[in-house]
């Protein structure tokens, strides 16, 4: 599975941005995905994960109802919309997929990366 972020860019603190990930797998269906985060000097670090229906979500608690993950089974794709970004949600986020139908918690092993999009976020 080929996965490809994208939506990154430089927005003032308290904008939005919406990410997407397209997925090259024809069973994108089959598979739950997750965004992650890497900031400057920081390891990487859970953002939200989504089952392979869409029907389930989780957050990390950082998140505060400010980022909203969603998927498109019939674009292959999954986004995460990100409002009332802070300067410390400055990282370049990558998403990934985990077969099966299970909700990813924050430590669960994925099995495809896609290349990172960076965001920043200025104040």
């Known amino acids: 599975v080929q996965l490809q972020a994208s939506g990154g860019g430089l927005v003032q603190a308290g904008g939005s941005l919406r990410l997407s990930c397209a997925a090259s797998?024809?069973?994108?269906?089959?598979?739950?995905m997750g965004w992650f985060r890497r900031a400057p000097g920081r390891e990487r670090e859970f953002v939200s994960s989504?089952?392979?229906?869409?029907?389930?979500?989780y957050y990390a608690d950082f998140v505060e109802g400010r980022f909203t993950i969603s998927r498109d089974n019939a674009k292959n794709s999954v986004y995460l919309q990100m409002n009332s970004l802070k300067p410390e949600d400055t990282a370049v986020y990558y998403c990934?997929?985990?077969w099966g139908t299970g909700l990813p918690g924050r430590s669960a092993p994925f099995d495809y990366w896609g290349r990172g999009t960076l965001v920043t976020v200025s104040s």
């Open positions: 797998e024809r069973t994108f269906s089959s598979y739950a």
């Open positions: 990934a997929a985990r």
């Open positions: 989504i089952t392979s229906g869409g029907n389930i979500k």
